[in-house]
Nanobody, 121 residues
Protein backbone atom coordinates (compact mmCIF):
# COMPACT_ATOMS: atom_id res chain seq x y z
CA UNK A 1 0.00 0.00 0.00
CA UNK A 2 1.30 3.44 -0.94
CA UNK A 3 -0.01 6.83 0.14
CA UNK A 4 0.85 10.10 -1.57
CA UNK A 5 -0.06 13.29 0.27
CA UNK A 6 -0.15 16.72 -1.34
CA UNK A 7 -1.59 20.17 -0.87
CA UNK A 8 0.55 21.63 1.88
CA UNK A 9 2.05 25.08 1.73
CA UNK A 10 2.47 28.45 3.37
CA UNK A 11 -0.68 30.35 4.30
CA UNK A 12 -1.53 33.30 6.51
CA UNK A 13 -3.52 32.84 9.68
CA UNK A 14 -7.21 32.65 8.86
CA UNK A 15 -6.54 31.12 5.48
CA UNK A 16 -7.42 27.71 4.06
CA UNK A 17 -5.70 24.71 2.51
CA UNK A 18 -6.94 21.40 1.21
CA UNK A 19 -4.77 18.34 1.59
CA UNK A 20 -5.25 15.28 -0.59
CA UNK A 21 -4.04 11.72 -0.07
CA UNK A 22 -4.09 9.20 -2.90
CA UNK A 23 -4.04 5.57 -1.80
CA UNK A 24 -2.73 2.95 -4.20
CA UNK A 25 -1.41 -0.58 -4.30
CA UNK A 26 -2.88 -3.75 -2.82
CA UNK A 27 -5.42 -2.22 -0.50
CA UNK A 28 -8.04 -4.06 1.49
CA UNK A 29 -11.58 -3.98 0.15
CA UNK A 30 -12.42 -1.52 2.92
CA UNK A 31 -10.06 0.73 4.81
CA UNK A 32 -10.02 3.63 7.20
CA UNK A 33 -7.86 6.68 6.62
CA UNK A 34 -6.48 9.19 9.04
CA UNK A 35 -4.63 12.48 8.93
CA UNK A 36 -1.92 12.97 11.53
CA UNK A 37 0.41 15.87 12.18
CA UNK A 38 3.72 16.37 13.89
CA UNK A 39 5.32 19.66 14.80
CA UNK A 40 9.02 19.91 15.78
CA UNK A 41 9.51 18.69 19.33
CA UNK A 42 6.03 17.18 19.50
CA UNK A 43 4.70 13.68 19.08
CA UNK A 44 2.68 12.77 16.05
CA UNK A 45 -1.04 13.06 16.78
CA UNK A 46 -4.27 12.17 15.04
CA UNK A 47 -6.07 15.15 13.56
CA UNK A 48 -8.99 13.50 11.77
CA UNK A 49 -10.10 10.07 10.62
CA UNK A 50 -12.80 8.67 8.37
CA UNK A 51 -14.25 5.23 7.86
CA UNK A 52 -14.70 3.46 4.55
CA UNK A 53 -18.22 4.72 3.81
CA UNK A 54 -17.40 8.26 4.87
CA UNK A 55 -20.35 8.35 7.25
CA UNK A 56 -18.25 8.19 10.43
CA UNK A 57 -15.58 10.73 11.21
CA UNK A 58 -13.35 11.73 14.11
CA UNK A 59 -11.74 15.09 14.84
CA UNK A 60 -9.27 16.16 17.46
CA UNK A 61 -10.72 18.85 19.72
CA UNK A 62 -8.19 21.36 18.45
CA UNK A 63 -9.56 21.23 14.89
CA UNK A 64 -13.28 20.63 15.40
CA UNK A 65 -15.34 23.12 13.45
CA UNK A 66 -12.38 24.16 11.30
CA UNK A 67 -11.24 20.99 9.51
CA UNK A 68 -13.31 18.58 7.44
CA UNK A 69 -12.23 15.12 6.33
CA UNK A 70 -13.86 13.49 3.33
CA UNK A 71 -13.16 10.76 0.81
CA UNK A 72 -13.85 9.82 -2.78
CA UNK A 73 -13.49 6.06 -3.03
CA UNK A 74 -13.83 6.12 -6.81
CA UNK A 75 -10.61 8.17 -6.87
CA UNK A 76 -8.98 6.39 -3.91
CA UNK A 77 -8.48 9.82 -2.41
CA UNK A 78 -9.03 11.27 1.04
CA UNK A 79 -9.16 15.01 1.63
CA UNK A 80 -8.61 17.29 4.59
CA UNK A 81 -10.14 20.72 4.16
CA UNK A 82 -8.53 23.08 6.63
CA UNK A 83 -10.18 26.46 7.27
CA UNK A 84 -9.48 29.26 9.74
CA UNK A 85 -5.90 28.08 10.03
CA UNK A 86 -3.86 29.13 13.05
CA UNK A 87 -0.09 29.31 13.57
CA UNK A 88 -0.38 26.35 15.94
CA UNK A 89 -1.60 24.23 13.02
CA UNK A 90 1.90 24.43 11.56
CA UNK A 91 3.22 20.88 11.22
CA UNK A 92 4.11 18.07 8.87
CA UNK A 93 0.83 16.37 7.95
CA UNK A 94 0.71 12.65 7.20
CA UNK A 95 -2.06 10.49 5.86
CA UNK A 96 -2.31 6.92 7.06
CA UNK A 97 -4.13 3.72 6.20
CA UNK A 98 -5.40 0.66 7.97
CA UNK A 99 -7.67 -2.11 6.77
CA UNK A 100 -11.01 -1.60 8.51
CA UNK A 101 -14.67 -1.11 7.74
CA UNK A 102 -15.24 0.93 10.90
CA UNK A 103 -13.81 4.24 12.05
CA UNK A 104 -10.32 3.83 13.50
CA UNK A 105 -8.24 6.10 15.68
CA UNK A 106 -5.39 3.64 16.24
CA UNK A 107 -3.67 0.80 14.44
CA UNK A 108 -2.62 2.63 11.30
CA UNK A 109 0.13 0.68 9.61
CA UNK A 110 0.84 2.43 6.29
CA UNK A 111 1.93 6.05 6.06
CA UNK A 112 2.44 8.68 3.41
CA UNK A 113 5.53 10.83 3.18
CA UNK A 114 4.03 13.94 4.75
CA UNK A 115 3.23 17.39 3.43
CA UNK A 116 4.31 20.55 5.23
CA UNK A 117 1.72 23.08 6.36
CA UNK A 118 3.03 26.41 7.63
CA UNK A 119 0.70 29.08 8.96
CA UNK A 120 2.14 32.54 9.45
CA UNK A 121 0.76 35.01 11.98
Amino acid sequence: VQLQASGGGLVQAGGSLRLACVVSGRTASTYATGWFRQAPGNERSLVAAINWSGRSTYYADSVKGRFTISRDNAKNTVYLQMNSLKPEDTALYYCAYRASVTLATTGYNYWGQGTQVTVSS
